[in-house]
């Protein structure tokens, strides 16, 4: 079946630190794979999405790479920000699945000025 | 803002009340979701909708009624909760028919069960 596994947090860091969360998958078949982040008292939001091997996404400085090799998504950042604190949540879905979307348990960071 | 809005944001309700809870989206998508996200548990799919039918329910307790009159609005009605449903609503949507079509989120609505 389908699911992913991203590491537990929380992960607390110093402004400008590099950070990675790692998230692996597993799938039956080629997904498309995604992070969200979701801020305090709000909802989910798209951060970033790549739809195939190698593909990177990237959006506000943050990154990851789909590595079909290592079933790996991390997501990574050069210089992190107080503002950056939240929870972030690797997913992944199959167009032959109906799109169906499959989440981690989410990260929390925390960053500290 | 994501082009999804869910109301009310909040809302406290006893055990013997009715409640609903509503969501729209402004994106033209054709697929609707309801997900519960409940502290240090993993987000729960609850229901979906695609082409206004039912296509998923995921042994959800018959307290919660989904109905989705159009392709646009989504409710959530409640009835005779548990203190155990206190949780985060979240209201999604997506264009099912699309090759790695992202769910766009609402703010969720924030349910105390007293």
């Known amino acids: 079946g389908n699911s992913v596994t991203q590491m537990e947090g929380p992960v607390t860091l110093s402004e400008e630190a590099f950070l990675t969360i790692n998230c692996t998958y597993t799938?039956?078949?080629?997904?498309?794979l995604f992070w969200y982040v979701q801020y305090p008292g709000e909802g989910l939001q798209l951060l970033l999405k790549?739809?195939?091997?190698?593909d990177k996404g990237s959006n506000k400085g943050f990154e990851a790479t789909y590595r079909k090799e290592t079933t790996s998504f991390h997501l990574e950042k050069g210089s992190v920000q107080v503002s950056d604190s939240a929870v972030y949540f690797c997913a992944l879905t199959e167009f032959s699945n109906f799109n169906k979307f499959y989440f981690g348990s989410g990260t929390k960071l925390n960053v500290k000025p | 803002e994501t082009g999804v809005t869910q109301t009310p944001r909040h809302l406290v309700m006893g055990m013997t009340n009715k409640k609903s809870l509503k969501c729209e989206q402004h994106?033209?998508?054709?697929?609707m979701y309801w997900y519960k996200q409940s502290a240090k548990k993993p987000l729960e799919l609850m229901f979906v909708y695609n082409f206004k039918e039912q296509t998923e329910n995921n042994s959800v307790p018959s307290r919660f009624s989904p109905e989705c009159p159009n392709s646009s609005h989504l409710f959530l009605h409640l009835h005779t909760l548990q203190p155990e449903d206190s949780a985060l609503y979240l209201c999604?949507?997506?264009?099912?028919?699309?090759?790695?079509?992202?769910?766009?989120f609402g703010p969720g609505t924030r349910l105390t069960v007293t």
């Open positions: 999604a949507s997506s264009q099912e028919n699309r090759e790695g079509a992202e769910q766009y």
């Open positions: 799938a039956t078949g080629y997904p498309s």
């Open positions: 790549a739809t195939k091997a190698d």
């Open positions: 994106l033209g998508h054709n697929a």
